[in-house]
């Protein structure tokens, strides 16, 4: 069963001693520091070609061959900054393997509400994002890169669209596809699973974010951040990627500030593993730990905010105790606010979110819904909470793909997080949900 990690076991951080300084260790879009978000910032937004060849000069992909641009990716150790966390090169490498035609897909879906990081990157430095769909399709000899994302994101999609233009005919053709509206469709499974023609289903086997049919080409998965860091890897050397990040995950990292913070959706680039506290005070407003802090997304895990103010943003490091920066999130939950309420008003959107292909997200998901509703409306009784705990145990590690496992991963940190809460409301307390900075959209699924 999915268990939280303790406060022993988190990888402690060094939070700026000095109230107001400024840390060097991350950055946002203009930043001195930058490397991704580094650039003019424009009133419209996205940076011109001219600016950005300007800036980094050209990506001269003509002097690498396919073989030669693996191995510089797989030297570089990038791995994927989606979710999964998958080695690039290692990705890039399995899809030679496999041979025949290939199809590179860049994920800008970011089905995450709260998430903003992949848009940010559309929506300011599409340039620099299409130059690193360009090394992946070389790499793999790809006879064509398709952008997949959700139209409805007007300020990405009128990004892309213009700098398409100016770039004019690509060695390799390039196209947009409309993403489905639905939460699940942006796993790279799914996203491998749409462009084999069997609908955008997420899948467990599918999880090294190819795959190929009889007669179609493979497709290979990357993520928009993934992709931009390819566009620099290529025309810096190894050492200066290196540079960044930890030593188990290196380069640096997008993460976006969402729940109770000053302004929710603010996109930061993480240098070194900076506390968690440095984030949340200097770009965030906050003055003092919260309440709570959920990492890696809606299907995350919460941890204390005492304790998550001195964790470092180090996606190697959280990923050895058991956690995921995931889509690169940190939600904060201010302390006036209800854990248990907020979690139970998340997994109630997540239950209409699956995929609908198998009893786990069918049955169990809308159960332990209504479960967890009971309990945060001060409904439950001591046996409820034990039926929920029992639905956990039956959903974790079930079902066709991972949805049912990180909703439990979700819930699970929720009760540990905030067992305070957990005993106040089985003795009938209801309080409402924090709904700032934790969007609910309005999809096919959704509320």
Not at 41 to 65: I, P, T
Not at 91 to 106: D, M, S
Not at 190 to 198: D, E, I, L, P, T
Request: with cysteine; hydrophobic share 40%; net charge neutral.
């Amino acid at each position: 069963m999915t268990t939280t990690p303790t406060e022993s076991q988190l990888p402690v951080g060094g939070c700026s001693e000095e109230r107001g300084a400024a840390p060097t260790g991350f950055a946002v879009v203009g930043g001195a520091t930058a490397r991704l978000l580094a650039g003019p910032v424009r009133a419209d937004g996205a940076e011109s070609l001219q600016s950005h060849e300007r800036r980094l000069g050209e990506l001269g992909l003509d002097q690498f061959s396919a073989d030669a641009l693996r191995q510089l990716i797989a030297r570089s150790g990038l791995s994927g900054r989606g979710g999964g966390q998958f080695p690039t090169g290692r990705k890039l490498e399995a899809a030679i393997a496999q041979g025949g035609r290939a199809l590179l897909v860049v994920n800008a879906a970011e089905g995450e509400p709260a998430s903003r990081k992949d848009r940010t990157l559309l929506s300011t430095r599409p340039h620099l994002v299409l130059d690193g769909a360009a090394v992946a399709a070389r790499a793999i000899r790809a006879s064509e890169v398709v952008i997949y994302l959700h139209r409805k994101q007007r300020e990405a999609t009128d990004a892309l669209e213009a700098a398409l233009a100016e770039r004019g005919s690509e060695h390799v053709p390039v196209r947009i596809v409309d993403a489905p509206a639905r939460y699940v469709a942006g796993e790279a499974s799914a996203v491998a699973s749409y462009f084999a023609g069997r609908g955008a289903l997420p899948r467990k086997e599918l999880r090294a974010s190819s795959t190929k049919r009889l007669g179609q080409p493979q497709t290979i998965v990357v993520n928009t951040e993934t992709a931009a860091h390819l566009g620099l890897i290529v025309r810096h050397s190894i050492d200066w990627f290196l540079d960044a990040g930890g030593a188990s995950c290196p380069g640096s990292t997008l993460v976006t500030l969402g729940g109770e913070v000053a302004v929710p959706g603010v996109v930061a680039e993480v240098l070194s593993p900076v506390a968690i506290g440095d984030l949340l005070s200097t770009l965030g407003g906050l003055d003092a730990a919260p309440a709570g802090v959920l990492l890696g997304g809606y299907a995350g895990a919460w941890i204390r905010g005492d304790v998550a103010w001195r964790t470092p943003v180090d996606r190697g490091a959280l990923r050895g105790v058991g956690l995921s920066l995931g889509c690169g999130l940190i939600a904060s939950l201010g302390p006036g606010s209800c854990g248990i309420a907020t979690t139970s008003r998340l997994v109630n959107w997540l239950s209409q979110e699956s995929a609908g292909q198998c009893g786990p997200c069918v049955l169990g998901l809308p159960s332990l819904a209504a479960l967890l509703a009971a309990l945060a409306n001060g409904e439950a009784s001591v046996d409820d909470l034990r039926d929920l705990r029992r639905t956990l145990l039956a959903l974790d590690g079930r079902g066709a793909c991972g949805h049912p496992s990180g909703v439990v991963m979700l819930v699970e940190s929720a009760l540990d997080t905030f067992s305070d809460e957990v005993l106040a409301h089985l003795k009938g307390r209801s309080c409402p949900p924090a709904t700032k900075g934790f969007p609910i959209p309005r999809t096919a699924g959704g509320a």
